[in-house]
C-alpha cells in the first residue's frame, strides 16, 4: 500500500482551503484519508499554515512521500524534506 501526504480540498467556489492528509495513493483526492495532519489557506495573506510537525517527522520517518505542494508547505514550516523521492 504506498502512501502519500498531499492535500484534500474543501471550501466554496473561488475559495480555497486544504487539508494536508496521509492517504493511501490510489484513493480519491477527496475521499477516505488515514490522517489529518493540519491545513492550508491559501486565501489569507500572508496563507495560513497549521501542521502537527511531529506527526510529519513521524509520517516521513516511516516513508510517506509527500507531494511537491506538500513540500513546499512543510519547508516554508521549518521541516526539513529531501528532495529524492
Request: some cysteine; overall charge positive; charged content about 35%.
Amino acid at each position: 500500500m504506498p502512501v502519500r501526504m498531499r492535500l484534500t480540498r474543501l471550501g466554496a467556489k473561488k475559495s480555497p482551503f486544504y487539508r494536508i492528509i496521509v492517504v493511501d495513493s490510489k484513493c480519491k483526492r477527496d475521499g477516505k484519508f488515514i490522517e489529518q495532519l493540519g491545513y492550508y489557506d491559501p486565501t489569507r495573506d500572508p496563507a495560513d499554515i497549521k501542521i502537527d510537525v511531529e506527526k510529519a517527522k513521524s509520517w516521513i520517518e516511516k516513508g510517506v512521500i509527500p507531494s511537491d505542494t506538500v513540500k513546499n508547505i512543510l519547508q516554508k514550516a521549518g521541516l526539513a524534506v529531501s528532495a529524492s523521492d
